[in-house]
């Protein structure tokens, strides 16, 4: 499978991302440099690609998510950290004081 007809795949499955998402999976399964006819038979990245064309999340597929500068592993059963929940962080950092404590209750996986 080249890069393009892995893009071409998930745009006709109706991915909003598809360039970005086929890019994160040929980073997972194949080695660099990636170029839209770069062909890769790595096992498991057509298997990715149908998940993710069937709407399963792509952080489910690949496992792990970037939340405020920290990588979290994540599958099924755990929520998906949001990149504008990021906001609810950094304005919790400005305004607990030094050296206070809070509890993070409910919001998700925790």
């Given at each position: 499978?080249?890069?393009k007809s892995a893009?071409?795949?998930?745009?006709?499955?109706?991915?909003?991302?598809p360039e970005?998402?086929?890019r994160?999976?040929?980073k997972?399964?194949c080695?660099?440099?990636?170029?839209?006819?770069?062909e890769?038979t790595?096992?498991?990245l057509?298997a990715?690609i149908?998940?993710?064309a069937k709407r399963e999340?792509l952080?489910?597929i690949?496992?792990?998510?970037?939340?405020?500068r920290?990588?979290?592993?994540?599958?099924?059963g755990?929520?998906?950290p949001?990149?504008?929940?990021e906001?609810?962080?950094?304005?919790a950092?400005?305004?607990i004081p030094m050296g206070?404590?809070?509890?993070?209750?409910?919001t998700g996986?925790?």
């Amino acid at each position: 499978m080249t890069l393009k007809s892995a893009i071409d795949l998930l745009r006709e499955a109706g991915i909003d991302s598809p360039e970005y998402d086929a890019r994160e999976l040929f980073k997972l399964f194949c080695e660099p440099p990636i170029l839209m006819n770069t062909e890769c038979t790595a096992e498991g990245l057509m298997a990715a690609i149908e998940r993710r064309a069937k709407r399963e999340p792509l952080q489910y597929i690949i496992g792990q998510v970037g939340f405020y500068r920290e990588e979290y592993f994540v599958e099924k059963g755990v929520l998906i950290p949001r990149s504008d929940s990021e906001i609810i962080v950094e304005t919790a950092i400005e305004l607990i004081p030094m050296g206070a404590h809070f509890a993070d209750v409910c919001t998700g996986s925790g």
